[in-house]
DNA sequence: CTGCCTGCAAACGATTTGCACCAGC
DNA sequence: GCTGGTGCAAATCGTTTGCAGGCAG
C-alpha cells in the first residue's frame, strides 16, 4: 500500500514536470509541495485538508495559491474535481479510472476499484452528441462509521 | 415524451401526498408547486433556477423556502442533489436507477439510460463496510453544444 | 392557543478576484 | 525591465440561520 502510494507520488511528480516542461509552465515549490500533498493522501482532500497540509511543509503558502494550484492541476489532468453533494469540493489525486463509495452521511469519499466495473459501455456518440472520455461509479450508501453512530455523526471525516 | 413526463409528474405528487399523509408532514402550495416544477423539468436546475419556475406562479415566494422545500424533498427521497464540479448545486426529480452525462466545460447533466448499465455488482458489504443502496454512472466528457462553439462557452445550460 | 411554514435579512463558508509585490528570465 | 506566480484582503456566490409574522389545525 505504502509501496503503491509512493509509486503513484514520484509518477505524478515526473509527469507534471513533463508536462510543465512541454508547455513552458514554472515549476515552482508550492506547485510541486500541492501536488506532493494530494498524491500522498489516499482520502479525497478538500482545498482546506490540502491547505493545512502543505502548511506544514510551507509555512507561509496561501489559500489562494493552493486553490490556483488545483485549479491548474485539474487543468493538466493530474487531479479531478469532485463534488459530493455536502459542502466543500474535494480533490483526487488518481487519474487511472476507479469508483466512489460516497457516504450521504459524512460525505466521506472511500475508493473502490472493481475490475467488473471498468469496462462498461460508452453511450454513443451519435445518439448523445457527447464525447465522453471517462467515467466514474457512484455508489451512494451509508459508511461503517455512520452506522454505528446513531445519528447526526459530525461532518469531519479523519 | 411528454405522456412520460407527464406521467412522472403526476406519479410524484401522489407519492409525495402520500408520503406527507403518512407522517403528518403538511402539503402546502409552495411545496406542491416547488416538487411540480422539479418533475417537469427535464434539465437538472439548479435552487436559482428552480425558483425562477416557481415564481412564474407564486411571486411571492423566497429563495429561502425553495432551500428549504428542495431539502425535504431530498430527506423523503423525492428528489437527488448531485454537485457536479461547477459552482450551484443541482437538483434531480427522477429517482429511478439512472446515468448521466456530464459536460465538463459548461456542467451540463444530461441523463443517460441504458439497461446494460442498471444491474451491476455492488460492492460486498463485507469488504467496504458500506451499506449501499444506489448508484449512478457518471460520464465525463463534453456536451455538442460546448464542442460546436470553440472555447469558453457561457456556463448557462438552457 | 399552539405549532410550524414562510419571508426577510443577516450570517456563513467556500471560492474567486483585484491589486501590489517579488523572483526569475 | 518584463512576465508571471504569489500573498493579502475584499468581493462574490450559493446556501443556511435567526427571528417575527401568519396561517392552519
Redesign the interface.
Known sequence: MARAEDDRLHEGILRFEQICRERGIPVTVQRRVVLEELLESSTHPTADQIQRGVQRRIPGISQTTVYRVLELLVELDLAR??????TA?RYDGRTVRHHH?V?LSCDRI?D?D?P??ND????DRGS?????????????????DC?NAPKDTEKIPP
Do not use: I, M, N
Open positions: 474535481k469532485t463534488c459530493s453533494p455536502g469540493c463509495l457516504c472511500v473502490h472493481d467488473a466495473l462498461l459501455p460508452f453511450p448523445t452528441g457527447f464525447e465522453l472520455r471517462e467515467y466514474s461509479v457512484q455508489f451512494l450508501g451509508t459508511c461503517p452506522l
